[in-house]
């Protein structure tokens, strides 16, 4: 699978909370796979690899606290941000000691949550700073804008932001529509048949903006690519 802004694993069994907190991560561009028991996150985390996990303490099943401890003695190293109730100096210690990186105590502040989320993202090896750069392209990962000089910032959808990332990461490289498919879709969700085509064509009539249309090509048969062209 392509790596691309931060796949983050949302574990909380209320859904009054867990759909608010998944529909704000997405807006600022990562991929959220959302579950409601530790049963179903053991399963993805065993599917898929995640750059962050964000566990709720109390599970109907296993206790958030005891999946970030079975995520450790995997092996697996992406930090784990705990939401919880509990905020007595040893409940703190407890989700510590079991691995956890930053302790985030209910009800949840979403700005201080999403705060929290790009401090971890940093602590990610995939991380590479706020920006990327292709050529003359900036674009920036905090704000979901792009740059080129001379030209206006283009502000992005979502949407339209993790597709140029997936490209920007991958310069030249050939992506297929089910490659693509897997980066950007969430789990348990079904893209349409044309899906990654009307997001291209909308990609390609926001970059006009930018004068770089043209460096989404369509590769008969195969996928697509960013293929940056320096004007002479």
């Known amino acids: 699978m392509f790596s691309l802004g931060m796949r983050i694993l949302l574990v909380e069994d209320d859904l ?25 996150a053991q399963w993805l985390i065993g599917e898929k690899s995640y750059d962050l996990l964000i566990l709720d303490w109390m599970l109907p099943d ?3 606290v005891e999946l970030c401890q079975q995520y ?3 092996g ?3 930090p784990v941000l705990m939401l919880t109730a509990k905020d007595t100096v040893q409940d703190r210690v407890t989700g510590l000691d079991a691995g956890a990186d930053d302790y985030l105590v209910k009800p949840v502040d979403l ?17 590479t700073g706020d920006t990327l750069t292709v050529e003359d392209l900036t674009l920036n990962l ?49 893209p349409e048949s044309n899906a990654i085509a009307t997001m291209i064509r909308r990609l390609r009539q926001r ?26």
């Open 142 to 190: 905090s704000t979901l804008t792009a740059e080129r000089p001379g030209c206006d910032p283009l502000q992005l959808s979502s949407r339209e932001f993790q597709l140029l990332e997936c490209f920007m990461r991958h310069p030249q490289q050939v992506m297929t529509r089910d490659q693509l498919e897997q980066s950007l879709w969430e789990w348990g969700t079904e």
């Open 16 to 40: 009054e909370q867990l759909e608010p907190l998944a529909a704000a991560l997405k807006q600022v561009g990562h991929i959220v796979d959302a579950a409601e028991d530790a049963s179903t």
């Open 62 to 64: 296993v206790e958030g």
């Open 111 to 127: 700005m201080e949550l999403l705060a929290r989320v790009r401090a971890l993202g940093r602590r990610s090896p995939l991380w």
């Open 207 to 232: 970059l006009q903006r930018l004068q770089c249309d043209h460096w989404v090509e369509t590769v008969y048969g195969t996928g697509y690519r960013l293929a940056p062209k320096t004007e002479t």
């Open 76 to 78: 697996q190293g992406a």
């Open 72 to 74: 450790r003695q995997s």
